[in-house]
């Protein structure tokens, strides 16, 4: 059994997921924590605690909120502990302390668990470097009114994709509606929209002259995120040290290479 502690329990995804794990007969939910402990699974009362679990957890699962992204790897690096991180909104410093504690514990992190975004991951690249400079690229994502980050981490996932396919990166433009600019060709436009119970829509539009290339994914439920978070935490459970991502796991799972 993997004894996860999840980090956000008492959110949205932190709910969902402990839910899965529950039903998982490979993992044990062990603990549950969040910033103000309403419905911690223990008698913690401080996410400072998060230190008390030392060697009684195997793996901590994180949907939760930049700001408890130092605690984490302190955590992680203090009891050599894996880490599955889902969180957004991270900062670049954040990915680089990422990046650093990865040199000592194995951490996963995806901005989207779902499987069928890695697919339109790959789609989004292949049509950018097949439609090459002549197609307008613009991203639309659509998410619940809670949601606190904007652009989705998912958005920036899939722009930073599609620029693999480019010599020269295009730059990013947001909710261009926002500013009376014309459309230049060297950029990636991303719009963000926020209502509602919309679980998580990422379209990616390759607008061409009298032709357009649509590539949609729609999450309707929370529960493949968290089931891509257990996958997650089962392949890094046992691994060496390193940064790992959505990438390297189904590679392992189908033998495909982007
Ligand atoms: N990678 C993926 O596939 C997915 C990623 N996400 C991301 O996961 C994150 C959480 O989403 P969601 O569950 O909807 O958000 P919620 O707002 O519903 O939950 C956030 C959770 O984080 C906790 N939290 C907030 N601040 C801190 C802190 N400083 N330290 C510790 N815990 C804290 C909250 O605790 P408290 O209530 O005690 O304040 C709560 O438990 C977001 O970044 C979201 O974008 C979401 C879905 C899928
Ligand atoms: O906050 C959410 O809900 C989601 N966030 C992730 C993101 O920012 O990309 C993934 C998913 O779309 C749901």
Same mark, same amino acid.
């Given at each position: 059994m993997i004894k996860t502690l999840i980090n956000g329990y008492s959110g949205k995804m932190g709910t969902v997921l402990s839910n899965e794990i529950t039903k998982d007969n490979e993992?044990?939910?062990?603990?549950?924590? !969040?910033?103000h402990c309403r419905e911690c699974f223990s008698d913690f009362k401080l996410y400072d605690d998060i230190f008390k679990f030392k060697d009684a957890v195997?793996?901590?699962?994180?949907? +939760?909120?930049?700001? +408890? %992204?130092? !605690?984490?790897?302190?955590?992680?690096?203090?009891?050599?502990?894996? %880490?599955?991180?889902?969180?957004?909104? %991270? !900062?670049?410093?954040?990915?680089k302390n990422i990046k650093e504690a990865a040199k000592k514990i194995p951490i996963f992190y995806s901005a989207n668990m779902s499987l069928g975004i890695n697919l339109l991951l790959s789609l989004a690249k292949k049509a950018a470097?097949?439609?090459?400079? !002549?197609?307008d690229i613009e991203i639309v994502e659509m998410h619940h009114n809670k949601k606190i980050d904007s652009p989705s981490g998912t958005a920036y996932m899939i722009a930073n994709e599609i620029n693999k396919s480019f010599n020269e990166p295009k730059k990013y433009v947001f909710n261009?509606?926002?500013?009376?600019?014309?459309?230049?060709?060297?950029?990636?436009?991303?719009?963000?929209?926020?209502?509602?119970?919309?679980?998580?829509?990422?379209?990616?539009?390759?607008?061409?002259?009298?032709?357009?290339?649509?590539?949609?994914?729609?999450?309707?439920s929370k529960i493949v995120f968290a089931q891509g978070a257990i996958k997650a935490a089962k392949f890094i459970y046992k691994? +060496?040290?390193?940064f790992y991502t959505m990438d390297d796991m189904l590679k392992n799972f189908t033998g495909r290479e982007n």
């Open positions: 993992m044990e939910l062990v603990g549950g924590i !969040s910033k195997d793996m901590v699962i994180d949907f +939760s909120h930049p700001s +408890s %992204l130092d !605690s984490l790897l302190k955590f992680g690096l203090i009891n050599n502990v894996p %880490l599955v991180i889902g969180t957004t909104g %991270l !900062s670049d410093e954040n990915f470097s097949f439609l090459g400079d !002549s197609f261009r509606h926002e500013r009376a600019e014309k459309r230049q060709k060297n950029e990636i436009g991303i719009h963000s929209i926020r209502g509602g119970t919309i679980v998580g829509e990422h379209s990616v539009l390759f607008l061409g002259e009298d032709e357009e290339v649509e590539i949609k994914h729609r999450a309707l691994k +060496s040290a390193g």
